[in-house]
């Protein structure tokens, strides 16, 4: 029998009402993740959950790759791929996505915060679209921004051109250019940037049983 509470309801009664109770700076950080029955009764049986890597979107396997890395690089444990979490959401979006996910399980988790690896969720489309992460400088106006951005993704565009690579995928740029753009994708992993009601999203190499505080199985209908 798990050590934490499971129960069974409908997708816009399965989040408790009021603050969700968020805090980036805890040492257990609160920590969402919507997991399919499947993966639920793994975590039972096991007493763990791993990622399966092959279920990563093929589009965007450069993106996913650099993110490994970084887990790698940054995080004291290892594995192959990564559990997505979300670190920082609102209450109505957490709601939406119980009824995205009829039929999966809700799990409400505390993790120490030296397992996770944060990142800024609309922030890493950067990533994910392959275009450097341009963070906005303190005081600086909303054309300034802009302008200053497009100048960045033209410069990129120029170099890729000039490489003979536009259109071709991230893995076939020069390395200067994959190297430039990577260390520009660095900023979104640093909570210190974050706005205060920014969305966040966390990964981390393994969930485990007594990592879960409330598991939710999601009425299919």
Same mark, same amino acid.
């Given at each position: 029998?798990?050590?934490?509470?499971?129960?069974?309801?409908?997708?816009?009664?399965?989040?408790?009402?009021?603050?969700?109770?968020?805090?980036?700076?805890?040492?257990?950080?609160?920590?969402?993740?919507?997991?399919?029955?499947?993966?639920?009764?793994?975590?039972?049986?096991?007493?763990?959950?791993?990622?399966?890597?092959?279920?990563?979107?093929?589009?965007?396997?450069?993106?996913?790759?650099?993110?490994?890395?970084?887990?790698?690089?940054?995080?004291?444990?290892?594995?192959?791929?990564?559990?997505?979490?979300?670190?920082?959401?609102?209450?109505?979006?957490?709601?939406?996505?119980? $009824? +995205?996910? %009829?039929?999966?399980?809700?799990?409400?988790? #505390?993790?120490?915060?030296?397992? *996770? =690896?944060?990142?800024?969720?609309?922030?890493?489309?950067?990533?994910?679209?392959?275009?450097?992460?341009?963070?906005?400088?303190?005081?600086?106006?909303?054309?300034?921004?802009?302008? $200053? +951005?497009? %100048?960045?993704?033209?410069?990129?565009?120029? #170099?890729?051109?000039?490489?003979? *690579? =536009?259109?071709?995928?991230?893995?076939?740029?020069?390395?200067?250019?994959?190297?430039?753009?990577?260390?520009?994708?660095?900023?979104?992993?640093?909570?210190?940037?974050?706005?205060?009601?920014?969305?966040?999203?966390?990964?981390?190499?393994?969930?485990?049983?007594?990592?879960?505080?409330?598991?939710?199985?999601?009425?299919?209908?």
């Amino acid at each position: 029998m798990p050590k934490f509470p499971v129960a069974r309801s409908r997708a816009d009664r399965a989040v408790p009402a009021g603050r969700v109770g968020y805090d980036l700076t805890a040492s257990r950080l609160l920590l969402h993740t919507f997991q399919t029955e499947d993966a639920f009764e793994e975590l039972l049986s096991t007493g763990q959950l791993l990622p399966d890597p092959d279920l990563a979107e093929p589009l965007f396997a450069d993106a996913y790759a650099w993110m490994f890395r970084e887990m790698d690089r940054r995080l004291p444990t290892s594995g192959e791929g990564a559990l997505w979490f979300w670190a920082r959401t609102t209450r109505e979006y957490l709601v939406d996505s119980c $009824r +995205r996910n %009829r039929g999966d399980v809700l799990l409400t988790c #505390r993790i120490p915060r030296e397992r *996770v =690896l944060l990142s800024h969720q609309w922030d890493w489309h950067c990533a994910l679209s392959g275009i450097p992460h341009v963070l906005e400088l303190p005081g600086e106006s909303d054309d300034d921004y802009e302008a $200053r +951005r497009d %100048r960045i993704w033209d410069e990129v565009e120029d #170099r890729k051109g000039a490489a003979g *690579v =536009l259109g071709k995928g991230f893995r076939d740029w020069p390395e200067d250019v994959r190297r430039d753009l990577e260390r520009s994708w660095e900023q979104f992993l640093d909570p210190s940037t974050y706005g205060r009601w920014d969305t966040v999203q966390a990964t981390a190499h393994v969930l485990y049983a007594e990592d879960v505080v409330s598991a939710v199985r999601l009425n299919p209908r």
